[in-house]
Nanobody
Framework: QVQLVESGGGLVQAGDSLRLSCAATVRTLYRMGWFRQTPGKEREFVAAITWSGDSMAYADSVKGRFTIFREHAKNTVYLQMNGLKPEDTALYYC???????????????WGQGTQVTVSS
């Protein structure tokens, strides 16, 4: 049973930083990513990384501000978010996949979500 457990969300002001964490219960995920969703909108891709760390992808809206990285010893992937903007406010989901496919593609496993709220 694959489980992804997110943490690190919260309420911050514009310009602040947050780090989201996603701990996986297995070591067999080929890629992991972060998506976000706001009410009334479709879930959108934010960032993803292969478990080996040799490939990463970012949405244009977060490029240069967000960094995704992983810590093998803890089976954990992080999303470091700097320079947060009010438009980054969303429910952030961690996603994982056992398949070698596009980083922006589909994922089989999802966390429960962690809320990030950025005030102006």
């Amino acid at each position: 049973q694959v489980q992804l457990v997110e943490s690190g969300g919260g309420l911050v002001q514009a310009g602040d930083s947050l780090r989201l964490s996603c701990a996986a219960t297995v070591r067999t995920l080929y890629r992991m990513g972060w998506f976000r969703q706001t009410p009334g909108k479709e879930r959108e891709f934010v960032a993803a990384i292969t478990w080996s760390g040799d490939s990463m992808a970012y949405a244009d809206s977060v490029k240069g501000r967000f960094t995704i990285f992983r810590e093998h010893a803890k089976n954990t992937v992080y999303l470091q978010m700097n320079g947060l903007k009010p438009e980054d406010t969303a429910l952030y989901y961690c996603a994982g996949s056992k398949f070698d496919r596009l980083l922006r593609g589909e994922y089989e496993y999802w966390g429960q979500g962690t809320q990030v709220t950025v005030s102006s």
